[in-house]
């Protein structure tokens, strides 16, 4: 396996451990807050491309989250102080939250100049997606960047990935659909497509769009469903829990 991703707070910076434990919620943590505006509405990169420039880490024994932000200001505090409840439309999911108290909103809101509030989600799991995990093999991004000429790598990182994975062939992954596959000590179920949305034609570094991911895909890959979405990358659930290492094997099971 080449890489993990993940992030406490939706649309910051992903981090990179060198290992993670997989549990039936995916990697712990993962997206546990996002950011709402004064109407409520979910704030991410589609409001501002910056806000992937956020260096966000939590505790998840102690609930401890650190915000780091580019202009070299950092904001610290607990989460386990929750004020009110909210519920959240996440492209026609509704996630269930709370508002953290502390110096969180005033960090963000003076960051992205608007009024904005950190809220956690009630149930682990909930932030991330339709499925708990999302993988890609990065022999895919790599003809993706070949399709359009791009010159040196495209970074993997702007499809947001959890796990990257090395040693197989563009877009095999998509042929998984219902196997299993062993990665680590773990054991994942691929569960289909994942559907792309505009935040995959910006940089993961800046926020600012730098390629056409979207119209590239489009021009060679088939829909999905009509309606679905334009399709790079799986999501899976975790059917065996267990340690995963960046460098750890991987394989399709035959049966399980």
Known sequence: ???????????????????????????????????????????????????????????VTTEILRCSFPDGSMVRGSTSALGEAVRTDFDGRDVAGHVVQGPFADAFSSFTGRSLRLVRTDRD?????????????LASVEDLARRRDHPGDLDARRFRMNLELDGCDPYEEDTWAGRAVSVGEAILRIMGQVPRCRVTNRSPVTGEADFPTLKTVASYRPPMSPGKGIPFGVYARIELPGLVHVGDEWGVLRTR
């Not at 910051?12 to 109407?39: K, M, Q, S, W």
């Not at 799991?125 to 093999?137: F, I, K, M, Q």
């Open 125 to 137: 799991g909930d932030g991330p997606d339709v499925e708990p995990l999302t993988v890609v093999s």
């Open 1 to 59: 396996m080449a890489r993990i991703g993940y992030t406490p707070v939706k649309g910051t910076a992903l981090r990179h451990p060198d290992a993670v434990h997989l549990g039936e919620a995916g990697i712990a943590g993962n997206r546990r807050f996002y950011l709402i505006g004064d109407d409520g509405l979910l704030f991410s990169v589609f409001d501002l491309g910056a806000l992937v420039q956020v260096s966000a880490e939590v505790d």
